[in-house]
C-alpha cells in the first residue's frame, strides 16, 4: 500500500471517530444494563473494580499483596472502544456504566452521539461531570487538504480549540500520522512545524496539543534509510509545545516490525526506553492489549486488556516509580479498536488495571 493510500486510510479511520456523540431515557438505560447483564453473567460476577477475579497471564496480577500499579484518579477510557453505545444509546447511560466501573476520566473522539440525538458541548461537559468522569482530551483529526472546511488542526484550528475549551479539556490531539508532508525526513520537520504551530495556540489556551503514534511512526525515512521518523518528530518539536500519547500496544507492534532497518541491521526499539528518556513528553497513554502471534504483520493479535501478553503491571510501575511525578503526571486510558462487547471490555479493563499490584518488596 502507497503512503497516500495509507493516510487516506488513516483519515477515513479518524473520521469515524466524529460518529460518537445524550439521550437517556428508561428505554436506553434498559438496554444497556441487560447488555451488561448478559456480559457478567458471560465472565463471572461483578465484584467492583480491583476486586474481581485475576486475568492475564502470569504478570502477578494478585489483590492486596502489594502497593497498587495504577495511580489512583488516573484511569481513563478512550471512548472510540465505545462508540457503538454512544452512537445509539448515547453518552449518558455510557457514562453511568464508566461511574459503576471506577472510571476516573474520559478520552473523547468526536462530541455527537449518533442516533441518540443532539447534545451541545455544555451538556456534554455537565453530563461527564455528574458522572465523575473527568474529559481529559479528545481526538481531532490532523488535516484534510482537500477539504477546507473540514474539521482538522490545518484546517480549522481556531475551532478545534474552541470547542476544546468549551468542553474544559488540558489536552487536545490527533491519532492521525506525520505523514501530511510525505515520509521524509524533510517531510516530518514539515510536519513538526505544523506540530509546534498547534502547540503554540493550544498553550495559549491553557492546553496541552499531544499525537498518538500507530505503529508506523516508529518505520524509517524513505530517504534516509537509517533514520527513525519518530525520532525526527522528537528532535524537531519544541518539548514544551508538543506532547505524545503512546499508544502501548501498537509501540509494542513497532517494536515487532521496525526493530531492523531495511538494509537488515540492527535498530533495538524499545517503547518504555523512549517514556523514561522523555517522561515529561508522555502525560497520556492507551493501554491496549494483545497476544503475541508472530505469524501476523504487527505480530500481535488485539484483545481485551489483560487477556494479551503485554505485561502492564511492569510497564506502568517502570513509569511511575521511575519518572518525575510519575503517579501524578501520566493518565492511562484503555482502548480497543473493536472490542467484542465493549461495555464488557470496559469493565474488564478497570478490573483488570486496578487488581495489578508491585510486590511486597516493592519489585
Known amino acids: 500500500m502507497s503512503r ?3 493516510d487516506t486510510e488513516l483519515a477515513r479511520r479518524l473520521s469515524r471517530r466524529n460518529i460518537l456523540g445524550v439521550a437517556a431515557g428508561a428505554t436506553a438505560a434498559t438496554i444497556i444494563g441487560t447488555a451488561t447483564a448478559q456480559a457478567a453473567a458471560a465472565q463471572g460476577p461483578l465484584k467492583g473494580p480491583g476486586h474481581g477475579p485475576d486475568h492475564g497471564h502470569g504478570h502477578g496480577h494478585g489483590h492486596g499483596k502489594g502497593k497498587p500499579v495504577l495511580p489512583p484518579g488516573r484511569l481513563g477510557i478512550q ?5 457503538d453505545k454512544i452512537s445509539t444509546l448515547g453518552f449518558a447511560p455510557v457514562f453511568a456504566e464508566l461511574e459503576k466501573y471506577g472510571y476516573d476520566e474520559i478520552e473523547l473522539a468526536g462530541y455527537t452521539q449518533g442516533s441518540a440525538g443532539p447534545i451541545t458541548l455544555a451538556q456534554l461537559k ?3 461531570k455528574d458522572h465523575g468522569l473527568n474529559p481529559i482530551g479528545s481526538h481531532v483529526g490532523y488535516y484534510d487538504d482537500n477539504n477546507p472546511g473540514a474539521y482538522t488542526f490545518a484546517q480549522n484550528l481556531e475551532r478545534v480549540l474552541d470547542d476544546a475549551q468549551a468542553l474544559g479539556l488540558k489536552h487536545i490531539g490527533t491519532a492521525s500520522g506525520p505523514f501530511r508532508h510525505g515520509s521524509t525526513v524533510d517531510g516530518w520537520k514539515r510536519a513538526a512545524d505544523d506540530f509546534n504551530k498547534y ?5 495559549k489556551r491553557g492546553m496541552k496539543f499531544y499525537q498518538h503514534n500507530h505503529a508506523e511512526e516508529f518505520s524509517f525515512a524513505t530517504d534516509k534509510p537509517d533514520v527513525r521518523l519518530y525520532d525526527v518528530l522528537l528532535a524537531e518539536t519544541d518539548p ?3 506532547y505524545l500519547e503512546m499508544d502501548i500496544y501498537w509501540a509494542y507492534c513497532a517494536q515487532f516490525r521496525f526493530s531492523k532497518r531495511v538494509d537488515g541491521s540492527r535498530a533495538p526499539l524499545d517503547p518504555l526506553k523512549y517514556v523514561l528518556k522523555y517522561p515529561n513528553r508522555y502525560p497520556l497513554f492507551h493501554v491496549k492489549d494483545g497476544v503475541r502471534d508472530e505469524t501476523t504483520r504487527d505480530g500481535y493479535r488485539m484483545t481485551d486488556v489483560g487477556d494479551g501478553d503485554i505485561d502492564y503491571k511492569a510497564f506502568l510501575s517502570q513509569v511511575t516509580s521511575r519518572t518525575h511525578h510519575g503517579r501524578t503526571y501520566h493518565h492511562w486510558q484503555a482502548e480497543h479498536d473493536n472490542p467484542v462487547e465493549s461495555l464488557a471490555f ?4 478497570s478490573e483488570h488495571l486496578r487488581s495489578l499490584r508491585t510486590g511486597r518488596c516493592g519489585d
Do not use: F, I, P
Open 79 to 83: 471512548l472510540y472502544s465505545l462508540r
Open 346 to 349: 470496559a469493565r474488564k479493563s
Open 4 to 6: 497516500t493510500s495509507k
Open 240 to 242: 514544551d509545545l508538543v
Open 199 to 203: 502547540g503554540a495556540a493550544a498553550r
Open 126 to 128: 455537565r453530563l461527564a
